[in-house]
């Protein structure tokens, strides 16, 4: 069986409080997709955390003194290095334009993952605020966010599904972003090669795959760059075994990694 | 139309001077696919690099000093290390069973992508060889392999085809290994989304996709844990326009670079 990945076309711009399990399910009533068992739908951030009400209003936020300290070392708005930091566990590197941060979620990531675009800019205008000054965070815990899609989606189908929320990161030593896991449910975030033979009997020495981060990097390129206009794919032809992950997996141990 | 990728199974065993343009067309029509303008052939370095005669034999190399002191240093076979050396710009990070390099080719990736496993084991062992003093280098230029390969499919079949090469590497920060691009050819390596408005009309803040290593690691995906089963898959539905590309695109110049 392929890997297919599928576009979920026709998603609408996601509001706090919309139920994204009904709002994909009509989407993909617009298709000639029927969801199956063992699918697995790859969400992009935004819409998860559109949907969890995870705007902030920048003129609603008073810098701290390490904010105003950070938005001069790195040419940033003092507002959002104050939700940068507060988002953050730790700040890693700071150029002009650039700050670094290991998130609170655990990842190594740009600005700890804070979108200053695509903030739905007419509802801003009409609310009296400036659609520039709104940005979006990370979902709270896009582990759980996933789970709570997961079991909804369970229960208005009964399809046992995957569920992951991806965003795109910049790598260390290579050019451009990738699609990577943020959280997941229902699959596995890194599968164990360990100990199994090749096909002469020698032992792998590779361990482990990250195969979550290798499907957000494939659901990453279906979406596009416009990640608003199709920012949910559906994936069909997983190639391991489900069981429930965890971003967890993913997270090499501070005292293990050598680029840190 | 959703981007689709299929395993080509029955790949025999390569051999250097083997043909894999003709190989792969062999073990295509095994299947009920037929190529069509726009596919991508993604294939395992494994097998460019054996039908390219790049196994060394470990009992024919002579460690140097500073292979001597790198084997101390990472507990590794002093010829290995050698050739490491050999295949390396610069030795980034050792640890006991780990050295991570910049390959001759300009990325980051562990022992010079010099892998163990996989050695024809039986006729190792026909020519009175140690199967396990046999190793396996990257191809010379995996770009210009995949040119090759390239048009010789244009020749055998008239199709215009891309093609790449991938290899399976660690990152900072994160557990797990995932399928990365070495080298391609008719398809780009970078997509540049700057200055492409978002559905609000704000520019885009993400430059640079990358567009190759996403389906690296989609590809990987599905040529699964023993890489050698499946070393190659058909790509279809790549949802960028084709162009000739370049490794060298997803390269990060040096003093770029925040975490080296």
Not at 97 to 106: A, F, K, N, P, S
Not at 216 to 235: D, H, I, R
Request: proline share 7%; net charge negative; aromatic share 4%.
């Amino acid at each position: 069986m392929p890997l297919s990945l599928f576009p979920i076309p026709k998603i609408p711009l996601i509001r706090p409080g919309d139920d994204l399990a009904t709002i994909l399910l009509e989407a993909l009533e617009n298709t000639h997709l029927s969801l199956e068992d063992g699918d697995i739908l790859v969400l992009a951030q935004k819409i998860v955390s559109k949907a969890e009400g995870r705007q902030v209003n920048l003129a609603e936020i008073n810098p701290s003194e390490a904010a105003i300290e950070l938005a001069t070392r790195s040419a940033k708005d003092p507002r959002l290095c104050e939700l940068i930091l507060r988002e953050s566990n730790e700040i890693l590197r700071v150029r002009p334009g650039t700050v670094i941060v290991e998130h609170r979620l655990g990842f190594v990531c740009a600005s700890a993952g804070i979108d200053h675009s695509n903030v739905n800019a007419p509802e801003a205008q009409a609310a009296g605020t400036r659609p520039e000054d709104w940005v979006l965070l990370l979902p709270e815990d896009p582990d759980r966010s996933a789970l709570e899609i997961r079991r909804r989606l369970k229960l208005l189908t009964g399809h046992c599904l995957g569920v992951m929320i991806i965003d795109s990161h910049g790598r260390a030593w290579r050019n451009g972003i990738v699609g990577t896991c943020i959280g997941l449910s229902g699959l596995p975030a890194v599968v164990d090669a360990r100990g199994k033979p090749d096909l002469f009997g020698y032992r792998l020495r590779i361990t482990f795959i990250a195969v979550a981060d290798e499907l957000a990097a494939a659901a990453s390129l279906v979406m596009g760059e416009a990640a608003e206009g199709t920012p949910a794919v559906l994936v069909r032809g997983f190639p391991y075994p489900l069981r429930e992950g965890s971003l967890k997996e993913l997270l090499r141990p501070k005292e293990q990694d050598m680029f840190r």
